[in-house]
């Protein structure tokens, strides 16, 4: 099953290339090296970025203010690139960017899942519906699954009924992200939000009420919208 008619993405990683004729790398500090190819590494295994935190421990640097000024300097030479309001939007631009991702035309084929089981294995074998063949370019990398939206709860956030969001699979999420998790034996697609030591499901509907997220299961984070016409 191909399904390639609209995207919409919610994540932090955007492709893109450097054209620097030179190697702007001869011209960073060691400890900018050893961050860079943290992060590299880390884009392999988890295909997303690594948070200011994460950096920090990996290098031996307390502060995030130090982490924020290495990035930047690593910015300033087109080696990254960084977005505000997201402590994971940060972007390899340089062209050993790993994974399979430069290629326009790579995909990768995604599980659609039916009814999810709590307590059973997610992707096993008798919860899976469907595949989806999607552009790598759209859903980036991990352990990817698809489900189907049911009801108009998320409407406000351009996700409807009938619609398929792709999740990666994580099992922390950042505040205000949109996610998929697991209420009994009933996944939901909601904006998971944390306030003091409770958890929160935000729907993106007026007309529905938050729901109490305590005893949820974050099952992943969604990363791209599909729909077909």
């Known amino acids: 099953m191909l399904v390639q008619l609209y995207e919409r993405r919610y994540g932090d990683v955007v492709t893109s290339t450097s054209t620097a004729d030179d190697d702007p790398e001869s011209r960073i500090s060691a400890r900018q090296q050893r961050i860079l190819a943290f992060v590299r590494e880390w884009v392999s295994q988890h295909g997303y970025a690594p948070s200011v935190r994460e950096i920090g421990d990996a290098v031996g640097l307390a502060s995030p203010s130090s982490v924020k000024y290495q990035l930047g300097v690593l910015e300033r030479h087109g080696l990254i690139r960084r977005a505000a309001n ?117 729907p993106r509907n007026r007309h529905y009420d938050v729901i109490d997220g305590d005893h949820a299961v974050v099952l992943g984070k969604v990363v791209c919208v599909l729909r077909t016409y």
Do not use: W
């Not at 519906?129 to 409407?155: Q, Y």
């Not at 969001?165 to 034996?185: F, H, M, S, Y």
């Open 86 to 202: 997201s402590p994971r939007a940060l972007d390899l631009t340089d062209r050993r960017r790993p994974g399979p991702a430069h290629s326009g035309n790579s995909a990768v084929t995604i599980p659609l899942l039916g009814r999810i089981a709590a307590g059973a294995p997610l992707l096993a074998d008798d919860a899976v519906e469907d595949h989806l063949t999607v552009p790598t370019r759209m859903v980036g990398h991990g352990t990817l699954f698809a489900l189907t939206v049911v009801g108009d709860s998320m409407i406000e956030a351009a996700i409807c009924d009938g619609d398929v969001v792709v999740v990666r699979q994580q099992p922390t999420v950042e505040n205000g992200e949109i996610v998929a998790a697991l209420l009994g034996d009933e996944a939901t697609v909601k904006v998971y939000r944390r306030r003091g030591r409770h958890v929160e499901l935000v």
